[in-house]
């Protein structure tokens, strides 16, 4: 992967927190070497004096300056916090990590020890230890180290098991990889971006708790200084010389500042990667393509969307992966969306449900939901009208359900904000509408956490969500595809139930073929980007044209296939959207493709029933009539 | 000789009982499909096999011995249901591979290794280097398989490998497990909701319900002549709901 500018860098708050702490980096390393000297420089004869042009700040009860003292205190003030930092960080993450790793038994006793250690105050249990390791600078360290791994080990423990609950860890321990190596290659860099943060912002609390500790006189010993003994000196003078004791303070102030902000910014760009981004630019385009679909507007339509076309930046000029997209959808209309992956389908889903992820760009002619024109007017209020009147039903439904949830909150949560449900209305609801996806003990069900629910189960929690409000339209992108062939039964009937009795609209995305023609009106088949065909689901079998329509029915399997034959494929690989090539997309695996299918781009062209996009629609077969290659 | 065994396998979580008793033979060099509902507990099966869910009664036999579940050696591989968390967003596919190859090679032949694997899921081997947020759903499900067969199993497990990809892709798939099992004699357990499909690969399959077995047999059999009320109401409910005219 190629390196990008670091995201904390991006944000005003990361610039100022960066800066600061490279200053200090470098005032740490120089200072010393530079202003050593006259920081320990006694002047007998100029003892605690005011601020003056020689001493800015003054001087203290032996005549040193304190302004150069501060200065070089930084070195031993942060080298300090960073060793009491990391040694906390390392013990935390021995800590946190020896559940995950030690057999069960032993790994909840050290879950128990950990919770036992957060009960304690931390600056009670610095103390506590500072007296007992006895005063000197290291076991001020050892202390403050001992204090912080107890909450750092929490979080790598939580974080961790989510990690550890996935599948890639699963495979790799059934591929005998150590349990070890497991954490160190699987679990921690997938959580390396928290525990990140947590440490810088950490941080700042070790250079306060060690200041604290030298103010107090137990930590760093004379003749050795750092901003909490210069504090300590300062604080005594403090009626003649108030800087003496606001040097090192500002010191403070600006270090915590510092790591504060940076660990902020940071958390903040690292929040925002796993929220989804969606983008605004859309803008309008005037040029109107030959392939919109000439409808003029139409009040009652649901969703009108006219050459829809989504962008992404690539390294060779932008990538396409929806080109010229063009759907209408009436009040309680089915319209089904088929096509390989990679054609398009979730892409084009995203886009009508505002969810297209930065940088992604997003055109249309045309772009409306609900008489609402989507490509402009204010964001909040599309984000109500989306909220209420949408309802969307992704593939994954591990991706789209927080797993650190439980079901009823995720479920309660967008009722009580669109709709203005009480928590105890927002939880009948949710029970309610977990029964109407036919989830058992729907009670019970709201307690739990996603991975406690079987693939099937989760999928069906998801459409549950869809089902919250009321919405106009469901955007279904494989809905049923974990399901067993009962459940999608009774999740599809459920779709059809709603579209019956509310008169929702329903998008429904598959690559299943018999699943989209069970309970669709109208199929378009997707292909490379653009839609190659549009035609009533109950004449699919028989009177489909395009020969990728033809291929996509000849591939699925039935209970009537013959068993001594391989299954019929398509051959070659589905387009890859950067390297679209002229002419029909299709022509590299279509058994009848010509030269001019190579050169000519063919449109939709209506037929006998519906459109379609191909040259050759008319011609006969070529003379084997299997359209599809088998292998 | 590659036969795998549960006796009275039995799985709880809590005071939920998901598997009950499960007495199954995999046959050698067979593959033996396993239908039911949602929740019904065939996951949870398959992963008591590899050791990862808790036995709380039974055991489960590899040619009549405990199954190994230490060292860089393992016969049972698993492919998952879920492609989008099956492989580790920070590491390139290859990697993926490679860390399931049994012994370690050194650079040459493990590149020439992955780009077989890679090729023999029908990938392109110049794609070893991408990461999985790269690839699509059904890409990723490939590598997954490719990952499985790295470690040279002589027991797959399926965990529903086709119902996230297409149905060009699943044909493929399909097509590569009849041709793989053929050649190198693999066992094979073979989870999926699709009738249709468990039909096309599994010479004889097995139907369970709330966490038990309730019928298997050969596959022609059990479809052609479902004993139980309940496999036949899972024949019923395939979509369009029955024969539809051809094309
Ligand atoms: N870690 C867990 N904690 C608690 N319950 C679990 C856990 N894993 C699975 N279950 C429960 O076990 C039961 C069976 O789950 P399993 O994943 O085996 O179902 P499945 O038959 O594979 O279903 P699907 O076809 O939907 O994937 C479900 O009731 C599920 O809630
Ligand atoms: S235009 Fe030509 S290549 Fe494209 S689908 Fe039709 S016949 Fe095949
Ligand atoms: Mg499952």
């Not at chain 1, 009960?119 to 006895?134: E, K, R, T």
Request: charged share 20%; with cysteine.
């Amino acid at each position: 992967m190629r390196r990008r500018r670091p995201e904390v860098l991006r944000t005003p708050l990361g610039i100022v927190g960066i800066t600061l702490l490279v200053i200090l980096a470098l005032l740490a390393v120089l200072a010393p070497l530079v202003w050593g000297d006259r920081a320990t420089a006694t002047h007998t004869d100029n003892m605690l004096a005011g601020p003056s042009p020689e001493h800015w700040a003054g001087t203290d009860n032996l005549g040193r300056d304190i302004l150069f003292r501060t200065l070089v205190a930084t070195r031993l003030s942060i080298v300090l916090t960073l060793a009491a930092t990391i040694f906390g960080v390392g013990l935390g993450l021995l800590l946190g990590m020896a559940p995950l790793l030690l057999p069960r038994r032993l790994g909840r006793l050290v879950v128990a020890f950990v919770n036992v250690l957060l009960g304690f105050p931390s600056l009670l249990m610095v103390l506590f230890l500072a007296v007992i390791l006895g005063v000197s600078t290291t076991s001020a360290l050892l202390a403050i180290g001992i204090a912080i791994a107890p909450p750092f080990a929490r979080l790598v423990y939580a974080l961790g098991a989510g990690v550890a609950e996935r599948d890639f860890v699963a495979a790799a321990r059934i591929a005998g990889v150590h349990p070890l190596r497991i954490m160190v290659r699987h679990v921690l860099p997938n959580i390396a971006e928290p525990l990140v943060v947590n440490a810088t912002v950490t941080a700042s609390s070790v250079l306060l708790a060690f200041g604290g500790l030298s103010f107090l006189g137990i930590g760093v010993q004379a003749p050795q200084f750092d901003w909490g003994r210069l504090m300590q000196d300062g604080l005594a003078i403090i009626y003649d010389n108030p800087l003496a004791a606001l040097a090192p303070g500002v010191a403070f102030v600006l270090t915590g500042l510092a790591l504060n902000l940076t660990g902020e910014a940071a958390a903040g760009t690292f929040g925002a990667k796993s929220r989804i981004r969606t983008t605004r630019s859309l803008t309008e385009r005037r040029s109107v393509s030959p392939r919109s679909n000439t409808r003029d507007a139409d009040t009652d339509l649901v969703l009108d969307v006219r050459d829809l076309e989504i962008a992404f930046p690539g390294p060779y000029g932008p990538v396409s992966p929806v080109r010229g997209v063009s759907i209408a959808l009436r009040a309680g209309e089915a319209v089904g969306i088929v096509g390989e992956s990679g054609s398009g389908k979730s892409m084009t889903a995203l886009a009508v449900a505002q969810l297209v992820e930065e940088p992604g760009r997003v055109t249309a002619e045309r772009l409306t939901f609900c008489a609402t024109d989507l490509r402009s007017g204010r964001r909040t209020a599309h984000d109500a009208l989306l909220g209420t009147s949408l309802a969307v039903v992704f593939q994954d439904p591990m991706t789209s359900l927080n797993p650190v949830m439980r079901l009823g909150s995720q479920l309660g949560e967008a009722a009580r904000r669109h709709q203005g449900l009480t928590r105890r209305q927002a939880s009948a609801r949710a029970a309610d509408r977990l029964r109407a996806v036919h989830l058992s003990d729907p009670e019970r069900r709201l307690r739990q956490y996603p991975h406690e629910f079987s693939g099937g189960m989760r999928q069906r929690a998801m459409i549950a969500m869809g089902l919250m409000g009321t919405p106009r339209l469901i955007v279904a992108d494989e809905p049923t595809t974990a399901l067993d062939m009962t459940v999608q039964r009774q999740v599809l009937d459920l779709l059809q139930e709603i579209r019956r009795k509310h008169g929702t609209a329903l998008l429904l995305i598959s690559h299943d073929v018999s699943v989209v023609s069970s309970i669709c009106e109208r199929v378009l088949v997707m292909y490379a980007g653009r839609i190659v065909e549009d035609l009533p689901a109950a004449d699919l079998y028989t009177q489909a044209r395009h020969p990728y329509t033809r291929a996509l029915i000849g591939a699925v399997p039935e209970m009537t296939t013959d068993l001594d034959a391989p299954l019929a494929t398509i051959a070659g690989q589905p387009v890859d959207p950067r390297h679209v090539p002229d002419g029909c997309a299709f022509a590299a695996r279509c058994p009848r493709v010509t030269d001019r299918c190579r050169q000519e781009e063919p449109t939709l062209q209506a037929g006998p029933a519906g459109t379609v996009a191909c040259w050759h629609v008319g011609d006969p077969l070529p003379a084997e009539t299997k359209e599809v290659a088998v292998g | 000789m590659s036969r795998l065994d549960f006796e009275d396998v039995t799985v709880r979580y809590g005071h939920h009982t998901v598997l009950d008793g499960v007495s199954l033979t995999v046959p050698e060099h067979q593959i033996m499909g396993l239908v039911g509902e949602s929740g019904s507990g065939k996951s949870t099966l398959a992963r008591a096999a590899v050791g990862l869910a808790p036995l709380s009664r039974g055991r489960v036999l590899l040619d009549g011995r405990p199954v190994q579940s230490q060292g860089r050696r393992r016969p049972i591989q698993m492919v998952f249901q879920d492609p989008s968390s099956s492989l580790d967003p920070r590491m390139s596919i290859g990697r993926s591979i490679a860390e399931a190859l049994p012994e370690r090679l050194r650079r040459a032949p493990q590149r020439a290794e992955i780009a077989r694997l890679l090729r023999l899921v029908h990938l392109d081997p110049d794609r070893a280097a991408d990461p999985p947020a790269r690839l699509s759903g059904g890409q990723r499900q490939r590598v997954a398989i490719a990952r499985a067969l790295a470690g040279r199993p002589t027991v797959v497990l399926a965990d529903e490998i086709t119902s996230a990809l297409d149905v060009s892709v699943q044909g493929a798939i399909l097509n590569l497990v009849r041709e793989m099992q053929r050649d190198s004699g693999l066992t094979m357990l073979f989870i999926s909701h699709n009738l249709a499909v468990v039909r096309y690969v599994a010479t004889h399959v097995a139907v369970m319900a709330a966490g038990r077995i309730v019928e298997q047999g050969p596959t022609d059999r059990v479809f052609a002549a479902p004993a139980t009320a309940y496999t036949r109401k899972l024949l019923a409910s395939m979509p369009g709901g029955g024969p539809r005219p051809g094309p």
